[in-house]
């Protein structure tokens, strides 16, 4: 064990600077968010991943942030175990009819402010699953989205940029400042 | 097709153990079985039609088919005579509709009456509802413990929560949208499902792919185990709260999918084995991505394997905890490391054969012990097995084609092929047209899950997710 620990000192960093990917919905998050509610937050999230159905490769995905190369943590993410500790609801899956009321209760369950991000191609409109006699097709139609993360499933990198936009969307005058300083802070920290 | 006496004689070598039971699936009205005669090494499929929409049960004389048999009532609205089990499974009453499968699909209002457990009496009982929300990034599915203390005594699933409807969906579809849906039945074997589905088409009209495009089918199949295999490793520890196991496994199923993507343009491989070949060839700088990370994994990994086999804390937790007899994983046909780690020694890529494993030598690692640790060790030499396999894939890799068309003929075709958690079997019927007439994909794990249940009594509350992890079973791939 003692070798194992030594060599990742030894070892090159492996956590990865995150590479910007603005996407519409992202810019449109701005407006959404109002500053009182930023400010109550600070500069941390914590999210509670619910899957209403998916076949289970955004959840790989997710788990993906974790590891050393994404390292979600240093931007102030973290993943909680219930929703009544979360500020976010991070949901995926075309929403399955038997998962629609626990999917309703986690919400229900969540203090607010909250958002809910809508991550992969099902949870955005029910993908491949919309016309199923077994699914409702997208989170949106059992609870409001605040963010879409597109994908089969969303990249690693995809999902972080918009869960660090939660955390960083501003009004447009001052996103080009506090865009730069965030940038900084990021690559202090990697 | 079969009559009566042909398929109760058939149910009752499944139970005096002459043959396994690979799958039970429905249509309007006819039921399928498939049985693997584990001497000969043969498979075989019977079809009783059933006019009346009743049929004689097989879980009253095979308890595996049970779950199987109630999924099947719940799709196809036929009723298995004698089932002792009369709850639905993946209908919770919630779809508006009953037997969307059957012959007449009928209106239904949502269902109010509440799921009964199996009950369990004594003194000092209490249960323990756990679910479809867990606390992890996992899928759905309810858990109801019955714990004397600290003490399981019994474990019962209800799962379903994730059903989609994907046979449905896939009735009717062009054989390019069914490949999509058979690839998202589990996210996590999305290769060896397309690769499934793809046989079974090709079985089905009669036609073979270029054989790059097999080869090309094996690679992509061994690097799904791989980063599967090693995902699992690290997560099995993490959940004895070892958590360096799982940053150092992480990284490296982190390079595996990178380089997957670097090879074939996606990090799961999704979409990328279809009916007649592959949609992607190797790209330019993939066989060197490869042969970077097969060595980037052989240097780290040895010295992860010793990290576990020498940490006393860690192999307190594994070593005797969630334990399958050999007897129960044979009764229920588990495939994968959890069969392999009791003893069940099958492994598709070698007894039904296909290419291109008919041409290449591998081991398939078989344990005793069927405990946490065994389920570790066996994923540890798998992983072994598929660094090797890769290595030989790379160097035989022919040229070609990768695709070749597949003609609109009516035919039935079934498959079965390895994933990461054991065989997946898809049978299908095409209509002559190029469309789905009708698609069965049975995930490993129905045989598996059964088995969590019987492994987890005795042991306590605490080790649940550890025995749980060790199996690794299929939410929505069970779900459909």
Redesign the interface.
């Known amino acids: 064990?003692r070798?194992?620990?030594f060599?990742?000192l030894a070892n090159p960093i492996?956590t990865e600077p995150l590479a910007k990917e603005q996407t519409d919905e992202i810019a449109a998050l701005a407006g959404k968010l109002d500053a009182a509610a930023r400010a109550r937050l600070g500069r941390s999230l914590s999210i509670r991943?619910?899957?209403?159905?998916?076949?289970?490769?955004?959840?790989?995905?997710?788990?993906?942030l974790?590891?050393?190369?994404y390292d979600l943590e240093r931007f102030g993410l973290r993943?909680v175990?219930?929703p009544r500790h979360a500020d976010v609801l991070l949901v995926t899956?075309?929403v399955?009819?038997?998962?629609?009321?626990?999917l309703l209760r986690?919400y229900e369950a969540t203090p607010s402010p909250k958002w809910v991000v809508a991550a992969g191609g099902c949870a955005c409109d029910g993908g491949?699953?919309a016309?199923?006699?077994?699914?409702i097709g997208g989170v949106e139609k059992a609870i409001p989205v605040d963010l879409r993360i597109p994908g089969?499933?969303p990249?690693p990198t995809a999902l972080l940029n918009g869960l660090v936009a939660l955390l960083t969307a501003r009004p447009a005058a001052q996103s080009k400042q506090q865009s730069a300083r965030d940038d900084r802070k990021i690559k202090s920290i990697t | 097709m079969v009559d009566d006496a042909l398929w109760q004689a058939l149910a009752s070598r499944l139970s005096d153990g002459r043959s396994s039971l690979l799958g039970l699936w429905g249509e309007a009205s006819a039921v399928h079985m498939a049985l693997y005669d584990d001497r000969n090494k043969s498979v075989v499929v019977a079809t009783r039609d059933c006019p009346s929409g009743r049929y004689p049960s097989v879980a009253r004389f095979h308890p595996p088919a049970l779950r199987l048999e109630r999924a099947l009532r719940d799709l196809c609205g036929l009723t298995p005579v004698g089932l002792p089990d009369a709850r639905g499974w993946l209908d919770h009453g919630r779809w508006g509709v009953t037997a969307p499968l059957g012959a007449a699909p009928a209106q239904s209002e949502q269902a109010t009456a509440t799921y009964s457990f199996l009950p369990a009496e004594g003194d000092g009982l209490h249960q323990i509802a756990v679910g479809p929300i867990h606390a992890g990034i996992i899928e759905p599915g309810h858990f109801r413990f019955t714990a004397n203390g600290e003490t399981i005594v019994r474990l019962e699933e209800r799962l379903g929560y994730a059903h989609k409807g994907t046979e449905a969906l896939m009735t009717g579809r062009t054989l390019a949208e069914a490949a999509r849906l058979a690839g998202r039945v589990s996210g996590d074997s999305t290769v060896a499902y397309a690769y499934a589905f793809s046989r079974a088409v090709e079985a089905a009209t009669g036609i073979a792919p270029p054989a790059r495009a097999v080869w090309l089918r094996g690679l992509m199949a061994e690097l799904e185990r791989l980063a599967n295999h090693l995902g699992d490793i690290g997560a099995i520890c993490n959940d004895a709260s070892f958590a360096l196991m799982q940053a150092n496994c992480a990284i490296l199923r982190e390079r595996v999918l990178r380089a997957a993507s670097r090879c074939f343009g996606h990090r799961l491989m999704m979409d990328r084995i279809v009916p007649g070949g592959v949609t992607a060839d190797l790209a330019p700088s993939g066989a060197e991505a490869l042969r970077e990370l097969i060595g980037a994994v052989e240097k780290a990994f040895p010295r992860l394997v010793d990290l576990y086999d020498n940490t006393a804390s860690l192999q307190d937790r594994t070593v005797g905890a969630g334990r399958v007899g050999a007897a129960l994983a044979r009764q229920y046909a588990a495939g994968g490391y959890v069969g392999r780690a009791s003893g069940r020694d099958f492994d598709a890529r070698r007894d039904l054969a296909y290419p291109p494993y008919d041409a290449l030598t591998f081991e398939t690692p078989t344990l005793e012990d069927g405990d946490v640790d065994a389920r570790v060790w066996i994923r540890i030499r798998e992983v072994e097995q598929s660094l090797s396999l890769l290595v030989a894939i790379l160097d035989q890799l022919p040229p070609g084609a990768v695709a070749t068309p597949v003609p609109s003929e009516a035919g039935e075709g079934m498959a079965l092929v390895e994933g990461f958690r054991g065989d997946v079997l898809v049978w299908l019927r095409l209509d002559g047209s190029g469309r789905i007439a009708r698609c069965h994909l049975r995930d490993p794990s129905w045989m598996q899950w059964p088995l969590l249940e019987a492994a987890i009594e005795g042991n306590i509350v605490a080790d649940f997710p550890l025995c749980n992890k060790s199996f690794n079973c299929a939410y929505s791939g069970c779900d459909l």
């Open positions: 064990m070798r194992t620990l060599d990742s492996l991943q619910v899957d209403a159905g998916s076949c289970n490769g955004c959840e790989l995905e997710i788990n993906a974790a590891n050393a190369f993943f175990a219930s899956g075309p399955t009819k038997n998962m629609r009321e626990a986690a491949y699953f016309a199923s006699y077994a699914c089969c499933p990249t």
